[in-house]
């Protein structure tokens, strides 16, 4: 018993030690850019001396931050440099600490990491609101400041899925016919109230254990992709959480914007390109905190932006992730986001990145896709958010069409892609976790969401569906972001229907699954070529129908949609150049063959999908 207490003391009095953690974890030889930052955490550690010996690594640069917790090591990586332990060791006074740093072998190449396109179909999930599965964590809030157990009463709370409750239910994204899942953020999100969503990190480098572990995460890529689905990770480097620990113990005074926490954004992202703005005005944008919970980073520190580089750079080499869905794009230094989108496509040229900027115009989102002649500087970013779209869906679906309204808003929004260098590469979307639901009830008949969903499957861009959809769900922000982050039914123990099963679904829900995985399945294995690569015509719909083709080559699909509540008879004269008379289409989604002749007759509300292959 006394050697046990002696022990104890001795422990309780043992100096701290002087090396806590090193950001990133690991990291690779072989890898196109040979610089490698180390981010080094310890008690005074900024003090201490290190030294390093490993054949082909060159220590180049020991920088002392303001505060002496922190390090930052850079270290060139040769060609030559093998994998292996990297032995460093630090030195402080008569204290000495050495640390086995791991370089690892490169899995496959930089240029085998495939991005997503589109040709995908992205399906959005929210991890918590999913479905919950067994996961290996040990213990859920393991090194957790906040536990507060799941309550599925509270839309604002944690409900408890998880990264094994997608694993799960992988069959089932693969039978609907997606090609790729958008999960929202997963790493570390150690604070109170209802960071459920994910937005607002304390740990970069960890998934949070409460929806599994880092191996869970890794499992998740691995299994979709067998299944030949990618996976898309949400990040989110304009701010952190408010719990993370640079927040507790800042590196340095430059570290944050508005470290006092004292001016928050003003979320007119207008002021970005605005040639009249104020500093006042642009500052409070980009440099404002975007809630009093997520402090905002400071992206011109370049040590904190190459962290962030590396982060990233660090998660598909690790997981194998094929795309990056980056959060709040503009409310971060430009100049620094673009240095990160340079870096990270330069070590995995065929991968992709898009950003969210949130406008309801054309104009302010092709501002920041790459090669576009609005902004003075190149943005870099590959794939930018059709929230035009999102923002008025329901006019153009639900509205009368009118020489204004209706499908002629559709079509004047589709004419302002002259704005953008590359519209298949705008991500298109009805809604997301951040909006209401495309349908704000449940219909009683499909016809508009049948609509609604075959333009965004059939037009240009790179779709996105919401998890759900394919129940119709539904639902309205007000009140609460939770009523559109409702529990997928039968994702979690003890609910009374199990949606993912044909016996759980309503016939109206049977319906619209049918539908929906028709079309996507359509796109995925028969039309993939012609609704990815082909060029797109579309006519005024002067007559109260749109009309548009898909063509590659001799290949094309014809879509006709009827805006009205009545027969429509189309004289097809007007549509000569893409279907002269005589021609004769197949109903992509089944049924007899189609002659075109001087009239087409369109049912009430009807979407025809015809195809000449």
Request: charged share 25%.
């Amino acid at each position: 018993m006394l050697a046990s207490l002696l022990i104890a003391a001795a422990a309780a009095s043992a100096p701290a030690p002087l090396v806590e953690k090193v950001e990133p974890p690991y990291w690779w030889t072989g890898m196109r850019n040979d610089t490698l930052q180390l981010m080094v955490t310890g008690h005074n550690v900024g003090d201490a001396t290190v030294s390093a010996a490993y054949p082909g690594v060159t220590l180049l640069e020991d920088v002392r931050l303001d505060n002496p917790d922190y390090k930052i090591l850079y270290f060139r990586i040769s060609p030559e440099a093998a994998p292996g332990e990297m032995p460093l060791t630090f030195r402080l006074g008569k204290r000495e600490q050495k640390v086995d740093y791991q370089l690892r072998a490169r899995a496959k190449s930089g240029e085998a990491h495939e991005g997503f396109t589109a040709s995908d179909v992205l399906y959005l999930l929210m991890p918590d609101r999913f479905a919950q599965g067994k996961s290996a964590a040990a213990d859920p809030y393991e090194g957790l400041e906040y536990k507060a157990q799941p309550d599925r009463q509270n839309p604002n709370a944690r409900h408890g899925g998880n990264i094994q409750g997608i694993i799960d239910h992988l069959d089932y994204l693969n039978d609907l016919g997606v090609t790729a899942i958008w999960v929202c953020p997963v790493l570390e999100n150690d604070m109170p109230g209802g960071s459920y969503h994910g937005y607002a990190t304390t740990d970069y480098y960890r998934i949070d254990p409460r929806f599994g572990t880092n191996e869970e995460w890794n499992l998740l890529i691995e299994e979709a992709n067998k299944r030949g689905m990618k996976v898309v990770m949400d990040m989110i480097f304009n701010h952190s959480g408010l719990n993370h620990p640079w927040l507790k113990n800042t590196p340095s005074k430059d570290w944050l914007n508005h470290p006092e926490g004292d001016v928050m954004t003003n979320f007119r992202l207008s002021t970005v390109h605005d040639p009249y703005v104020s500093d006042y005005d642009k500052d409070a944008t980009v440099n404002g905190w975007f809630v009093k919970s997520m402090p905002d980073l400071n992206q011109r520190n370049p040590h904190l932006m190459r962290y962030l580089i590396q982060n990233s750079i660090w998660w598909v080499e690790s997981s194998g992730i094929n795309g990056i869905r980056m959060d709040t794009y503009p409310y971060a230094d430009a100049d620094g986001m673009a240095s990160w989108i340079d870096a990270v496509m330069e070590e995995y040229p065929n991968f992709n990145i898009v950003g969210e900027c949130w406008y309801d115009n054309e104009g302010g989102a092709a501002f920041w896709q790459k090669g576009n002649n609005l902004n003075p500087k190149d943005p870099r970013l590959p794939s930018v958010m059709d929230f035009r779209l999102t923002t008025q869906g329901h006019k153009y679906f639900d509205e009368p069409t009118t020489p204004w309204t209706g499908l002629n808003g559709l079509y004047d929004h589709l004419s302002m892609d002259f704005l953008f260098p590359e519209p298949q590469k705008i991500l298109t979307f009805l809604d997301n976790h951040d909006t209401d639901r495309f349908l704000l009830k449940e219909p009683e008949n499909l016809d508009t969401w049948k609509q609604a969903v075959t333009f965004l499957l059939t037009s240009r861009g790179i779709p996105q569906v919401y998890y759900g959809t394919e129940l119709l769900m539904n639902g309205s922000k007000e009140g609460s972001d939770g009523y559109v982050r409702r529990d997928f039914p039968g994702g979690f123990e003890g609910d009374t229907t199990d949606a993912f099963t044909r016996e759980g679904r309503t016939p109206i829900q049977n319906e619209a699954w049918d539908y929906l995985s028709s079309l996507l399945k359509w796109r995925r294995d028969t039309a993939n070529e012609v609704i990815a690569k082909g060029t797109l015509k579309h006519f005024m719909p002067i007559n109260c129908a749109y009309v548009y083709e898909r063509s590659l080559g001799d290949k094309k699909v014809v879509v006709m949609i009827n805006g009205t509540d009545q027969p429509l008879d189309l004289e097809m004269a007007r549509y000569a150049e893409i279907l002269p008379a005589g021609t004769r289409l197949s109903r992509s989604l089944g049924g007899e063959e189609v002659t075109i002749g001087e009239t087409l007759t369109l049912a009430p509300r009807e979407v025809l999908l015809l195809q000449n292959f």
